[in-house]
């Protein structure tokens, strides 16, 4: 687990499926050790079941039948208090970043798509002592610890780049917009949409 500054907590997605493949390994194994016997029937669809739940921390028994499976119980329920405490984490550093951005940003730089060109901009503009918030709509984009790291903020656009996350960008009050996506096309219908952004926020700033 890492962190970049002001970032969020950050697990390698390959960590997180290695301890999966862990966790269902050693509940395997442990439960063909406890099951070895005539009195006992090991069924693979009945682990598997049980397996899953650990994830839950359904069934989990106080007292594992040895200590492969309460290595996999444990194991599966770092996993599932990692998940919750990266949801909780992931909006509360939202909240804490929108209120920054509304009291502390005007007069700053916003660009629109992190990309090679895009992350030098956005990491010269900080360093040069700029406020500067990028938007980007891919969470796995490669260039967001780096500017991050610079000390600008990234907004993640789930749901594309529309008006809401101008808005929370303060893209009304931004000294510039900075657009250079890869694509022409989606650079044009970008700085279309920032027009009409900015147009309808002083139609209603003026009414």
């Known amino acids: 687990m890492s962190a970049t500054p002001g970032g969020s907590p950050k697990i390698k997605p390959v960590y997180i499926i290695a301890l999966v493949i862990l966790v269902f390994v050693l509940s395997f194994v442990g439960h063909i050790q406890y099951l070895h016997g005539p009195e006992h029937h090991f069924s ?26 309460l290595i996999a119980e444990l194991l599966a329920m770092f996993l599932f208090l990692a998940g919750i405490f990266a949801f909780v984490f992931k909006g509360l550093r939202k909240t804490w970043l929108l209120q ?6 005007k007069g700053h730089v916003v660009i629109l798509h992190l990309s090679k060109l895009t992350k030098q901009i956005a990491i010269m503009l900080a360093k040069a002592g700029y406020k500067v918030i990028a938007i980007e709509p891919h969470a796995d984009n490669h260039f967001i610890e780096a500017v991050e790291k610079a000390g600008v903020i990234v907004l993640l656009g789930e749901h594309g780049i529309d008006s809401h996350i101008l808005a929370d960008a303060r893209l009304q009050v931004a000294a510039t917009c900075i657009i250079a996506h890869d694509n022409d096309e989606v650079n044009m219908a970008l700085a279309s949409q920032v027009a009409q952004f900015k147009k309808a926020h002083v139609s209603n700033a003026d009414s």
């Open 44 to 69: 693979v669809w009945g682990v598997l079941y049980a397996t899953t739940l650990f994830f839950f921390l359904h069934h989990a028994d106080p007292e594992p039948h040895n200590t492969l499976i």
């Open 100 to 105: 920054r951005i509304k009291k502390q940003y």
